[in-house]
T-cell receptor, first 115, second 118 residues
Framework: AQKVTQAQTEISVVEKEDVTLDCVYETRDTTYYLFWYKQPPSGELVFLIRRNSFDEQNEISGRYSWNFQKSTSSFNFTITASQVVDSAVYFCALSESTGRRALTFGSGTRLQVQP | GAVVSQHPSRVICKSGTSVKIECRSLDFQATTMFWYRQFPKQSLMLMATSNEGSKATYEQGVEKDKFLINHASLTLSTLTVTSAHPEDSSFYIC??????????????FGPGTRLTVL
């Protein structure tokens, strides 16, 4: 069975602060995909990143960066110089690389960026 | 990127009525679509996997007779909530994957349907 844990229920920061959202996962699959999605108040899921289990390189995209550590089964997400528009719920998710490929979501972290 | 639409975006109905939600892949063919449900301030939970031309696969605890899924074509899956009750009020989101070798392993999510049952 797969499981994704986002221990931080809610985080509040002041604009321009850096913030890291934690994600720990469990799976028996040797190959899998990890994702991060942003869900603003409108409800629509916004895709941020997909990471293959074979690719442990960290990735940076603008103010966003991701740290994938297979040894600790973690896939953490950092926002640098946060902005009010970053306020949303962020979900980490895991899927099989074969078969059904449905996503298992973490419980989400609500990020509030105060001006 | 691929686009998935859902209709309606919002629906309010009386208890006991049935509601149909459509999920369409607009620019690609989807052999598999997934239906998720999200209660307020909770995570998304997979309800069922919809396969074109075959019966849907339901997750444990999801009543297949209450949540009818039809995947009649490669671009359309429908979820019908039969005899809806207030506890069915939720945000329903579909996602779709493409057919065959070009599957990117990035599911494309629809914008969601907010169902309120009075």
């Amino acid at each position: 069975a797969q499981k994704v844990t986002q221990a931080q229920t809610e985080i509040s920061v002041v604009e321009k602060e850096d913030v890291t959202l934690d994600c720990v996962y469990e799976t028996r699959d040797t190959t899998y995909y990890l994702f991060w999605y942003k869900q603003p108040p409108s409800g629509e899921l916004v895709f941020l990143i997909r990471r293959n289990s074979f690719d442990e390189q960290n990735e940076i995209s603008g103010r966003y960066s991701w740290n994938f550590q297979k040894s600790t089964s973690s896939f953490n997400f950092t926002i640098t110089a946060s902005q009010v528009v970053d306020s949303a719920v962020y979900f980490c998710a895991l899927s099989e690389s074969t078969g059904r490929r449905a996503l298992t979501f973490g419980s989400g972290t609500r990020l509030q960026v105060q001006p | 990127g691929a686009v998935v639409s859902q209709h309606p975006s919002r629906v309010i109905c009386k208890s006991g009525t049935s509601v149909k939600i459509e999920c369409r892949s607009l620019d690609f063919q989807a052999t598999t679509m997934f239906w998720y449900r999200q209660f307020p301030k909770q995570s998304l939970m997979l309800m069922a996997t919809s396969n074109e031309g075959s019966k849907a696969t339901y997750e444990q605890g999801v009543e297949k007779d209450k949540f009818l899924i039809n995947h009649a074509s490669l671009t359309l899956s429908t979820l019908t909530v039969t005899s809806a009750h207030p506890e069915d009020s939720s945000f329903y989101i579909c996602s779709a994957g493409s057919s065959g070798g070009t599957f990117t392993d990035t599911q494309y999510f629809g914008p969601g349907t907010r169902l309120t049952v009075l």
